[in-house]
């Protein structure tokens, strides 16, 4: 089993952005709790948010390489939640953004995002402005990361035979025109929906490899192992484009 990194506590001083909002009806499944996708996006907004709140020179070009949640309860319909972010650490061409998601009746989700800064004309990575690492220096507290991608690793080749196909839908693309990587979340949803044994607490791990553009086939492959289970988003040509990692935490 690979782990990646652990919770870590929110920095003694230094740039925390806060702000609340309610459970609403559209995040939520038909028993009423948090869905994991609808937390995806909520790390989406934060950030974005975050980022305007701050000024920050450049607001847009950022994609998320890999996303973990350290899920110890979920909360539930109209539930009202608080939430913090802050930077937990830097690369040379991307930073890790830290949220903490609680509530009063006792949910909280801690979650480390890695997002990649980008040239938007290319995609391609990019350095990071030049202005950022001395915004985030104190909350950051001098810590650096790596961008590598590991619970892929070791892993058979995919076998799309025993792949189940998946949707790509017009509206999952985003403004960057690909898949969105909440959607990616949406596949673990479908796997709770029919192993209802697998809950909270538990540690969830979504790392992406290549983009889901329009058009393009997809297939959702499940791998069981003794302590851990694996979904991959396989593209019709046999490549990975996301890998996921499902851990119990006991």
Request: aromatic share 6%; charged share 20%.
């Amino acid at each position: 089993m690979t782990m990646i990194g652990e919770p870590v506590d929110l920095p003694p001083s230094g740039r925390i952005y806060r702000t609340s909002r309610r459970v609403r009806l559209g995040d939520v499944t038909p028993k009423g709790r948090l869905r994991l996708d609808a937390v995806a996006r909520y790390l989406q907004d934060i950030a974005n948010d975050d980022a305007v709140d701050g000024q920050y020179s450049d607001i847009h070009g950022w994609v998320v390489r890999r996303t973990e949640l350290w899920v110890h309860q979920l909360p539930s319909y109209m539930t009202d939640i608080e939430l913090a972010t802050w930077c937990g650490g830097l690369g040379s061409h991307w930073a890790e953004r830290r949220t903490s998601i609680t509530s009063a009746d006792g949910a909280r989700i801690e979650a480390a995002t890695l997002w990649v800064h980008v040239d938007l004309q290319t995609l391609k990575p990019s350095p990071l402005p030049p202005d950022f690492p001395e915004r985030v220096a104190e909350a950051s507290r001098g810590r650096t990361i790596r961008a590598n991608l590991t619970i892929g690793k070791a892993l058979p080749q995919p076998d799309l035979s025993a792949a189940a196909p998946w949707q790509v839908r017009f509206a999952d693309m985003d403004a960057v025109g690909h898949m969105n990587n909440a959607v990616y979340w949406t596949a673990v949803e479908e796997y709770l929906a029919s192993h209802r044994a697998f809950r909270p607490p538990m540690h969830a791990t979504i790392e992406h490899h290549l983009p889901v553009d329009p058009g393009d086939e997809v297939a959702i492959e499940t791998l069981t192992f003794d302590d851990r289970v694996v979904l991959r988003h396989v593209l019709g040509n046999g490549n990975v484009a996301a890998v996921t990692q499902l851990v119990g935490l006991s």
